[in-house]
């Protein structure tokens, strides 16, 4: 009994270790945002990748035109305990994953959601799991935003807003509880 007991004691504190191990490769710190919208709970998991100094719009970083993860190692997670509508597209209750397609300036970008919630970045992205996509306005930061930032902020009753904010642009996206 004793050797069993230390034997599961050694694995425990093993397995500990290797998630210690890889969470400390990771790049990218990660962030768990979450917000109230008309009482229901939105949370996004998400990996928050630095510019760096990059120009991250044109480079592999976040390629313009071309689907992003929207965050850094996994695709970023968005998870609704209510249906609601993100722009034009209709979430049922559940988990997502979250892509955006980027334009590199101040043109709309696309919002992306996922019907394969867990996935490792957009490496095997496929468009026919789209749940929906729809279009975001984006402006021109005056102050760069160092590293992703994405924010969900209730507005008046079952209103608010999805916002991504990374170097020079933030896209926003209307959210509406049903």
């Not at 988990?95 to 490792?120: C, E, H, R, V």
């Not at 729809?134 to 930061?141: G, I, S, T, Y």
Request: charged residues 20%; contains cysteine.
């Amino acid at each position: 009994m004793r050797n069993a007991l230390s034997f599961a004691m050694t694995l425990g504190a093993l397995g500990c270790l290797m998630a210690i191990s890889a969470s400390a490769q990771k790049a990218s710190p990660h962030e768990t945002t979450k917000a109230t919208i008309g009482g229901k709970t939105i949370t996004i998991v998400y990996g928050r990748p630095y510019v760096k100094g990059r120009d991250v719009w044109h480079t592999a970083v976040a390629p313009a035109g071309k689907v992003w993860r929207t965050g850094a190692d996994e695709a970023t997670k968005f998870t609704t305990e209510a249906d609601l509508m993100v722009g034009s597209i209709h979430v049922p209750a559940g988990t997502y994953s979250l892509f955006t397609i980027p334009s590199g300036d101040t043109k709309d970008w696309t919002l992306i959601l996922n019907k394969t919630a867990d996935q490792w970045g957009a490496f095997k992205y496929d468009e026919k799991q789209d749940l929906g996509r729809a279009p975001m306005k984006v402006k021109k930061l005056t102050t760069p935003v160092e590293q992703v930032t994405i924010t969900v902020e209730p507005g008046k009753g079952s209103n608010g807003k999805l916002k991504i904010a990374w170097a020079d642009s933030e896209a926003s996206i209307d959210v509406m509880v049903h």
